[in-house]
């Protein structure tokens, strides 16, 4: 499913602009340096293909991965290959003879009934390095630091590897029988369906997934013998066509490069598209969802005739709560959404988690998502509280690393199919709360909303809809939730003791008073009363003072302790009141 996902990601992204993906037979690269050669194979300079730090990309023949042992590649490879030497970890130069030779042996077998001046210069090049040439190119240079290099012939436009004549001789040898060390296995790939097609013994290595091998991950492999079966070994127990394996490894190389694409949630690479478009206005709006980048806000959204600002506007209606009717979801209801989660795993990926759904129902799943978090906040809170959020605020000191992994699966599960947020993200959140409350910062609208999205969803879901239905985007003095109440008094008497001139009553009490109100309650009462006669009538002490009264009147005794439930309720309740307090009275 996943990998059939990929080839046709691939096949969208040949007709993309916003992606140049390279031919079936081709990688896509980045070089730094071009060797500049005459006919017969001199060399002349080395160019510096950099613009900054950055080189440029090159489409050349492919380029498959390689973990171990001497692999060369076609007209583009790093300088051991190339020149037989690289520098070490100290900037030593080291001799690579065997390295250089492979190359020349590589390029003798491939093109050895084919007659092009760009290939023979290049055949005469190594050759005359392999016996002992030296270049004029000083120790220090960059091109001996692992950058891949390319050919260019005096004279001449464009690369060797550009050439039509080469390119075409690739793509005929490249599909031929002779393009394989030894008789390729011919059967039927298992994504495709096709028959009769070259199985590939290896897969194309996916680079750039965070904490993987820098020189890649497999996403398919098996190298033991007790994962093989019917006398088939590694790869060929899951049979997989050369072509479809280099679509499904080049989408998701692209993917993962691609900003627009990738997202980084704490140890999980996610990467996104769209059955219409692979990078585009409602990519970007797709990674608000993930990532929290702000939309501009508005109330009314006129929805374009234009496909790809249709697709936007459905995601940017989602994203601020507006209603979306069937007649404007019918030309995007089918449309299918993909996200997939990869994590490190040695040498290998593993599948974090996986998203296939039709847009009608991704757009009804995060509806639901952001309405179950609707909040009130301050001007300066985010407007869209993104997953990556979430995760980062249960984080100790908002560390992507410090995010625990198993909740990760569970909250994108919890928002893809409208089932119960995660506990352990609740929990979590309750205790980094409890822990910084001497934070000023500590009791935000990211963690406030998520434990209202929580409880609301959980009484939802167990048809507890008295409890659902009082818990409110803004203050609800109405609540029969004593928890919540007590939150508001909290609120109330940080507020004037701040009135007073004092601080600290949140740092030395929030935490006990929301866990055991019956020990602390009576004794910042008494406090407050003190605060009271500090503050003049004119600085509002009369009101905040009736404020506690009327609170009070909902409270029928304190409670000895407060379940995990009542504890997101007080927070909840002190958020609530102490925005109510600073909103001003037309805003409110």
């Known amino acids: 499913m996943i990998l059939q996902a990929l080839e046709e990601c691939y096949d969208i992204m040949v007709q993309d602009k916003h992606f140049e993906v390279a031919p079936f037979g081709y990688s896509k690269v980045l070089c730094n340096f071009a060797i500049v050669i005459d006919e017969e194979g001199n060399f002349k300079t080395i160019l510096d293909l950099r613009e900054g730090k950055k080189g440029q990309f090159h489409t050349v023949p492919l380029q498959d991965g390689r973990s171990s042992g001497i692999k060369p590649y076609l007209l583009c490879d790093k300088s051991k290959y190339i020149v037989g030497k690289e520098a070490d970890s100290k900037g030593k130069l080291v001799q690579y003879q065997a390295y250089l030779e492979a190359m020349y042996e590589k390029h003798q077998q491939v093109f050895s009934d084919f007659k092009n001046k760009g290939i023979q210069a290049v055949e005469k090049f190594l050759m005359r390095v392999f016996e002992g040439e030296e270049l004029l190119i000083p120790p220090s240079h960059d091109c001996y630091k692992g950058s891949l290099m390319i050919f260019k012939l005096e004279g001449e436009e464009g690369y060797i590897h550009e050439n039509l004549e080469v390119r075409d001789y690739w793509e005929k040898y490249s599909n031929s029988a002779e393009n394989s060390d030894k008789e390729k296995v011919i059967g039927q790939c298992l994504i495709s369906g096709k028959d009769n097609v070259k199985i590939a013994d290896k897969h194309t290595l996916i680079k750039g997934v965070m904490g993987a091998q820098a020189a890649g991950a497999s996403l398919s492999s098996i190298n033991m013998s007790s994962a093989e079966s019917y006398g088939v070994q590694k790869a060929y127990n899951a049979p997989i ?44 709006v797709l990674m608000g969802l993930f990532s929290g980048v702000q939309l501009e806000e508005k109330k009314e959204l006129q929805m374009e005739h234009n496909e790809v600002e249709h697709t936007k506007n459905i995601l940017e209606r989602v994203l601020m709560g507006l209603n979306i009717g069937a007649e404007i979801l019918e030309r995007e209801e089918d449309t299918k959404v993909y996200i997939l989660g990869l994590s490190p795993n040695m040498a290998r990926l593993s599948i974090r988690f996986w998203y296939q759904d039709t847009f009608g129902h991704f757009a009804e799943k995060m509806k639901l998502h952001y309405e179950d978090m609707d909040l009130v906040k301050s001007d300066k809170a985010k407007n869209i509280v993104a997953i990556r959020d979430i995760l980062k605020s249960m984080a100790v000191q908002g560390k992507n690393e410090n995010i625990p992994k198993v909740t990760q699966n569970a909250l994108f599960t919890a928002i893809t199919e409208g089932s119960t947020y995660p506990q352990g993200v609740y929990t979590n959140l309750l205790i980094r709360i409890k822990a910084e409350a001497g934070d000023e910062w500590c009791i935000n609208a990211t963690r406030v909303s998520y434990i209202k ?18 818990l ?66 004119s600085d509002g002490s009369y009101y905040m003072d009736k404020l506690c009264q009327d609170i009070l009147e909902k409270i029928e005794e304190f409670p000895t302790s407060l379940s995990l439930d009542d504890q997101g309720l007080f927070i909840l309740g002190y958020y609530h009141q102490k925005q109510y307090i600073y909103t001003k009275k037309e805003n409110r």
């Open 241 to 284: 066509s050369e072509e479809t394996m280099f679509k499904y490894t080049t989408a998701l190389n692209s993917l993962i490069a691609s900003n627009k694409n990738r997202l980084i949630i704490g140890d999980t690479t996610c990467v996104f598209w769209t059955e219409k478009e692979i990078a585009g206005n409602s990519v970007d």
């Open 453 to 470: 999205a929580f409880l609301k969803r959980k009484y939802r879901i167990n048809q507890l809809m008295e409890k659902e239905g009082e």
């Open 472 to 537: 409110t985007v803004a203050l609800n003095e109405n609540s029969i939730s004593t928890a919540y109440h007590l939150g508001r008094l909290f609120a109330v008497l940080e507020k004037l003791q701040q009135d007073a001139g004092n601080t600290g009553l949140r740092e030395r009490y929030f935490a006990s008073a929301a866990t055991n109100p019956k020990v602390v309650f009576p004794a910042i009462l008494k406090l407050a009363q003190s605060h009271i006669a500090k503050v003049s009538k």
